[in-house]
Nanobody, 124 residues
Framework: QEQLVESGGGSVQAGGSLRLSCAAS????????MGWFRQAPGKARERVAT???????TYTDSVKGRFTISKDNAKNTLYLEMNSLKPEDTAMYYC??????????????????WGQGTQVTVSS
């Protein structure tokens, strides 16, 4: 059974840091396109970052320079290092997996597997 399990969310003050992890099992493999998406209350889900089979990454403009996506193929785990967090980063963060090596899509409809999400709350 394909499964993605996120962890590492929590509550921090503005300027703080968090590291999210996404453990993949079953058919989902981090060596394919993987992405982090987020959804704030009342807003559409948006791409945060993606990484393809060749470790090429993309970021949404609002997180560039603050967030870093990475993965460990041996551990089949995806990460999102989040620094200089802002209140507007508050959202449920989801890990998603595609079945293609790349380039990665920024559209959520192109991702086949999803985790349950982990909440990130940033207070001012």
């Amino acid at each position: 059974q394909e499964q993605l399990v996120e962890s590492g969310g929590g509550s921090v003050q503005a300027g703080g840091s968090l590291r999210l992890s996404c453990a993949a099992s079953g058919y989902a493999r981090v060596r394919y396109c993987m992405g982090w998406f987020r959804q704030a209350p009342g807003k559409a889900r948006e791409r945060v970052a993606t990484m393809d089979g060749d470790f090429r990454s993309t970021y949404t403009d609002s997180v560039k320079g603050r967030f870093t996506i990475s993965k460990d193929n041996a551990k089949n785990t995806l990460y999102l290092e989040m620094n200089s967090l802002k209140p507007e980063d508050t959202a449920m963060y989801y890990c998603a997996a595609d079945v293609r090596l790349g380039p990665c899509s920024s559209d959520e409809v192109d991702y086949k597997y999803w985790g349950q999400g982990t909440q990130v709350t940033v207070s001012s």
